[in-house]
């Protein structure tokens, strides 16, 4: 028996004639469709608020979350996982993304490896019940991503699918499935486009929500930041002056003692705490905010 095509196969009624409008009224389209994207993942936030909970229980038992992908999907989830570290501190092997094909494949759209469920199991080898595996996949029939969520399960990892296909074939290997229905691209099977879109507010959502949750912003500042450049290490002293009102040059001088770690220097001018004492707290509690209840606790 025939699948069924995903929707984000099917005919767009509304862009059929798209090739005959001019540059503003095709943008104009365009945007509408990625409008339809976001508003598809806001309907989709329920299952996604379950997997951000989830994985923040296995983080918390020192887990790990991995991506699996292919073509768009898997370059999406690329940028969101290497972008963890610099943006929140985070160890560097706390996200990790599996990309079909590997790096040499990320840049290079002529090795396409998507159809090797082989290798997606392959990827997933290591992963254990304290993992998060999720799987991306436009369409819901990916096998590199099919074989990846298998073995995961297989291993006791906790499994999520992203996908755009309400009755993706996946589905039954993930124990949550986060769905943005977008529909028909506006050009047809197009999914860098429209589900493109949802798929990058899905994985910016997920591992925004999970940093916040596992403490490393205060506020909605990044405190976990790490000042690679002069933009990231001015943006880090601003930090310090939002969160504490202090001036800038007060800020600067504790951000140098405490070596450019951000949360350290924050603790120190919050309580007032020794250097050693904004250590002990830090690793002992999850985020600035815990640290310093601890701290005034304590006095």
Known sequence: MTQALPPTEHRNPRTTDIDTLGSADVLRLLVDEDVHAVEAVRAAIGPLAEAVDEARLRLGRGGTVHYFGAGASGRLAVLDATEITPTYGAPRDLFTAHFAGGSTAVADSSIDREDSEAM?????????????????????????????????????????????????????????????????????????????????????????????????????????????????????????????????????????????????????????????QAKSALAAHAGVRAAAAALDGLQ
């Open 120 to 276: 997606g199991a392959a990827d997933a080898d290591g992963l254990d019940a304290d993992s998060v595996a999720i799987g991306i996949t436009a369409s819901g029939t990916t096998p590199y991503v099919a074989g990846a969520l298998r073995a995961a399960g297989a291993a006791g990892a906790f499994t999520v699918l992203v996908t755009c296909n309400p009755t993706a074939p996946l589905r039954e290997l993930a124990r949550i499935s986060v769905v943005a229905d977008t529909g028909p691209e506006a050009l047809t099977g197009s999914t860098r486009l429209k589900a493109g879109t949802a798929t990058k507010v899905i994985l910016n959502a997920f591992s925004t929500a999970l940093m916040i949750r596992i403490g490393r912003t205060y506020g909605n500042l990044m405190v976990g930041l790490v000042a690679t450049n002069t933009k990231l290490a001015d943006r880090a002293v601003r930090l310090l002056t939002e969160a504490t009102g202090l001036d800038a040059s007060s800020c600067g001088t504790a951000l140098a003692e405490a070596g450019g770690h951000v949360p350290q220097a924050l603790l120190r001018l919050l309580t007032g705490c020794s250097p050693e």
